[in-house]
DNA sequence: ATGGCAAGGGTTCCTTGA
């Protein structure tokens, strides 16, 4: 019986998974790194490089014992994955409806690590409303709500996380006055975040700390950081048979006190 | 006291973000 209990225990498996959106990965390299170490990270999920792959500071992260799969761009989005296990490439892209095709912005990752799909996401912002970029936003989660739907069919153990740019409900902000007729907080992009949740998805967060109020965003302007005025808009969307094995999650909030921070802050989960 | 951000790219300001 003791030699049963220590052998099953020895071969649990353990794994810390990040997200973080971190404006510019050149200006945000030392807290990447440092956050990986001091926070034993074994997959980190980054958005919004604002680099192209050629850029990126491949060594730096290396150099910890990491992989690292970058879908990179000039200036604006680039999302990439770092993992201390072998990291295989599924899709850099999500595909257009009409033709299967990228559409040149670089805000997915779709990759298998160990018996895992993960899933990386940036998703557009979408601001102005009735504009062509909340048209783009829109298009965007239609086309991800179609791959959520045939990726839930492989019963695979999927992770999807990263910034989704939607206010799920009004505990996930402050004042949800302020955010009537934005592109975060429309009935038409929250019905497509409730579509990926009806097909089995769960945000892992609200399984954990269901009425727990924090956030992973603070606006640099207007002391929106000093108030604690924030929004809830990293997740973590997890496949019934990962949360079976959900152990913990959480906001790493301090990081956002820290000097030249970026404007989100890293989300965890612990699979057990 | 009443205005208050940041990053990239490229130039002395524009775009984008949320």
Known sequence: MA??????????????????????????????????????????????????????????IENLGFKVIVNGQKSYNGVAIISKFPIKLISNFLPNISNGKDDGQARFLDVKILDFRIICVYLPNGNPIETEKYEYKL?????????????????????????????????????????????????????????????????????????SQEYSFWDYQNGAWQKDHGIRIDLFLLSPEVADLLDDTGIFKKIRGHSKPSDHVPIWLKLN
């Not at 030699?3 to 807290?31: C, D, G, P, W, Y």
């Not at 179609?146 to 996930?172: A, P, R, V, W």
């Not at 009935?187 to 009425?211: C, H, M, Q, T, W």
């Open 3 to 60: 030699v049963a209990q220590v052998f099953r225990f020895k071969n649990k498996i353990t794994m810390k998974i990040a997200s973080f959106n971190v404006n510019s990965i050149k200006v945000r390299l030392e807290h990447v790194k440092k956050f990986l170490i001091e926070e034993n990270i074994d997959v980190l999920l980054l958005q919004e490089l604002k680099c192209i792959k050629e850029n990126f500071p491949f060594n730096e």
């Open 139 to 211: 298009n965007w989660l239609k086309r991800l709500t179609s791959y959520c739907k045939k990726l839930y069919q492989t019963n695979e153990k999927i992770i999807i996380g990263g910034d989704f740019n939607i206010i799920q409900k009004d505990i996930d902000c402050y004042d949800p006055k302020v955010w009537i007729n934005d592109a975060l907080f429309t009935d038409k992009v929250k019905n497509y975040l409730k579509e990926i949740l009806n097909f089995g998805f769960v945000d892992a967060y609200r399984i954990i700390k269901p009425s």
